[in-house]
Structure formats: structure tokens, C-alpha cells
């Protein structure tokens, strides 16, 4: 007996509107039609990728934040100035900007 798991094959039809949702769905998200397909299949999560704007945000964010743990480690250490501290705050703010623009869309 083969180890091979034992496959089947399926024939669908779909109209040619239903084509195109599962074409663009599968896209979005990152999958072959058939990968997109197997995992609604399944139950499993199917979550379309983040846009180009949203991969840009969140770079954005964690740039902000190692510029937040600098000045925090300089604080601890005792070498910050009160410029600094501002400019951590600043920074924050930035972040609950950037964050609050993400979860408007």
C-alpha cells in the first residue's frame, strides 16, 4: 500500500461572475484558487493580505518604536535630557496617529 494520502478530484461549474469572485477572493488574499477553496473548506481563517498603505504604516510604526526604546534606554540610563522625554512623547503620539488611521479602514 502507497504512503500517498488518497486524493479526489472535483469537477465544479460556476458562472462566470462566480469565477471572478473566487479569482479576486483567492488574490487578495494571497492563494491559489484551490488554497483559498481547501481552507473555506476547512474552517480555517482566510484573511486578505494588508495593502501596500497598510505594510507602509506598519513600518512606519515600528521605526517610531525603536526610536521610543532608544530614548527610553537613555532615560533609564540616566543620560536623557527633557528634550528627549518630549520626543519620545511626540513619537507616541505618532504611533496612536498612525494606529488610529489603520483602524479607520
Known amino acids: 500500500m502507497s504512503d ?4 479526489h478530484h472535483l469537477h465544479i461549474v460556476l458562472t462566470p461572475e462566480q469565477y471572478r469572485l ?4 483567492a488574490k487578495r488574499c494571497g492563494l ?3 488554497a483559498y477553496l481547501v481552507r473555506l473548506l476547512e474552517g480555517r481563517e482566510v484573511k486578505e493580505r494588508p495593502s501596500q498603505e497598510i505594510k507602509a504604516l ?5 521605526h517610531i518604536g525603536n526610536n521610543i ?3 527610553a534606554r537613555s532615560v533609564n540610563a540616566g543620560i536623557a535630557r527633557a528634550e528627549d522625554a518630549k520626543r519620545g512623547l511626540y513619537l507616541l503620539d505618532q504611533v496612536y496617529e498612525l494606529m488610529y488611521q489603520i483602524a479607520k479602514k
Open 4 to 7: 500517498k494520502k488518497q486524493v
Open 22 to 25: 473566487l479569482t479576486s477572493n
Open 32 to 34: 491559489t484558487r484551490r
Open 58 to 62: 506598519r513600518t512606519e510604526i515600528h
Open 69 to 71: 526604546n532608544q530614548i
